[in-house]
């Protein structure tokens, strides 16, 4: 919808120089009187609804090799610290094996929750599937709950997966952190992100 053009002899209304006028209330508080700085009203900034960060870390055999579990452990790590800092909420997933597991189930966000990762160990297939569905059942309850969230999920992988998921549904950003091997990559990674829409970046850009 477009805004209500403000009266011509008013100062310009614009973003760069602050919050937003309000011409109502400004000329509300005028009167007949000539305009004054004391007569602006400004109006309240839109609070952003609390935004969710859901870190899906692979841990399969295959992110043992060349330490691409140790440097997906780092990503997640400033991603959290980041989390803890704009006040967000954040959620961390393992998978790998035959399972998908919590190892911090998604709350305020706060640097405690990067102690579970140091212990993390790698063996087994690439549950991608799986994880993807525990995350959108995790957001559908979440978002059960009224409060409006903005969901973001980054994926840190190295795209060793012998199926491709579709994208899980209620994401409002996703992020493919790639692992692959760069010398001999599998190159599903930037095939996932098209499928998806989602971005992708290599993982050494969060390092």
């Known amino acids: 919808m477009a805004a209500h053009d403000a009266p011509s002899t008013a100062p310009a ?4 120089h602050g919050p937003a006028i309000d011409w109502i209330r400004t000329l509300h508080a005028k009167g007949r009187g000539p305009l004054r700085a004391a007569h602006l009203r400004h109006r309240a900034p839109a609070a952003r609804p609390a935004r969710l960060h859901l870190l899906l870390i692979d841990h399969s055999g295959s992110m043992q090799r060349q330490g691409r579990l140790a440097l997906a452990k780092g990503c ?10 704009q006040g967000d909420e954040a959620g961390v997933l393992a998978f790998g094996g035959r399972a998908a597991v919590w190892l911090q189930a998604p709350g305020r966000a706060r640097r405690a929750m990067a102690v579970r990762l140091r212990t993390l160990g790698s063996g087994g297939g690439t549950p991608l599937a799986q994880a993807l569905q525990v995350a959108e059942t995790t957001l559908q309850r979440r978002r059960r709950q009224g409060a409006p969230v903005e969901a973001w999920l980054w994926l840190l992988t190295d795209g060793r997966a012998l199926h491709t998921p579709p994208r899980p549904r209620g994401i409002d950003q996703l992020v493919l952190v ?8 599998a190159g599903r990674g930037p095939q996932w992100a098209r499928l998806w ?3 992708w970046l290599r993982a050494r850009a969060l390092a």
């Open 76 to 85: 997640a790590e400033r991603l959290l610290a980041q989390a803890v800092r």
């Open 178 to 185: 790639d692992h692959d091997d760069p010398l001999a990559p």
């Open 13 to 16: 209304d614009t973003a760069a």
């Open 197 to 199: 829409q989602a971005s």
